[in-house]
């Protein structure tokens, strides 16, 4: 990707988009940010003990992110605050998501609730969920008479 400085008064698709929706609904079509929330990318594994959610969370802390178990679903959810804007900065291309998250995951009777443990580090969320004890078959013999 090449950043290059450029004229917003002559761009063609600004002038369009401006002509558009420049009416008074549209006032401040420059400052409108359409990603006020998101949706953080998961993935999610399985071992022998322990199920496992890491999820993606840079430019966050800890402080910003609440976890929760309630009816045996898990919410993740938070919020990802945008720096304070200056009014000396010309924003050419801004993909960064800022805004309110939030993931739901279904818990299965397969997880021990009261054991889930969470660490987070380096923008990443790794959430253990361990399995409950499988029933082991009770083996009795008999002896013969």
């Given at each position: 990707?090449?950043?290059?400085?450029?004229?917003?008064?002559?761009?063609?698709?600004?002038?369009?988009?401006?002509?558009?929706?420049?009416?008074?609904?549209?006032?401040?079509?420059?400052?409108?940010?359409?990603?006020?929330?998101?949706?953080?990318?998961?993935?999610?594994?399985?071992?022998?003990?322990?199920?496992?959610?890491?999820?993606?969370?840079?430019?966050?802390?800890?402080?910003?992110?609440?976890?929760?178990?309630?009816?045996?679903v898990l919410a993740v959810?938070?919020?990802?605050?945008?720096?304070?804007?200056?009014?000396?900065?010309?924003?050419?291309v801004n993909e960064l998501?800022?805004?309110?998250?939030?993931?739901?995951?279904?818990?299965?009777?397969?997880?021990?609730?009261?054991?889930?443990?969470?660490?987070?580090?380096?923008?990443?969320?790794?959430?253990?969920?361990?399995?409950?004890?499988?029933?082991?078959?009770?083996?009795?013999?008999?002896?013969?008479?």
């Open positions: 990707m090449n950043v290059v400085k450029f004229k917003k008064n002559n761009d063609l698709l600004n002038e369009t988009l401006n002509s558009v929706f420049g009416n008074r609904l549209f006032t401040d079509w420059e400052n409108l940010n359409l990603t006020k929330s998101y949706t953080p990318k998961v993935n999610i594994t399985e071992d022998r003990d322990n199920f496992n959610i890491k999820m993606e969370l840079p430019g966050l802390t800890k402080d910003d992110i609440k976890l929760a178990v309630e009816n045996n959810s938070g919020s990802k605050k945008e720096e304070t804007k200056s009014e000396d900065k010309n924003v050419i998501f800022y805004g309110e998250f939030s993931r739901n995951f279904n818990l299965s009777k397969d997880i021990k609730i009261d054991a889930i443990d969470a660490e987070f580090k380096d923008g990443i969320l790794n959430i253990t969920l361990p399995k409950v004890e499988e029933a082991k078959p009770v083996v009795k013999e008999i002896n013969i008479k």
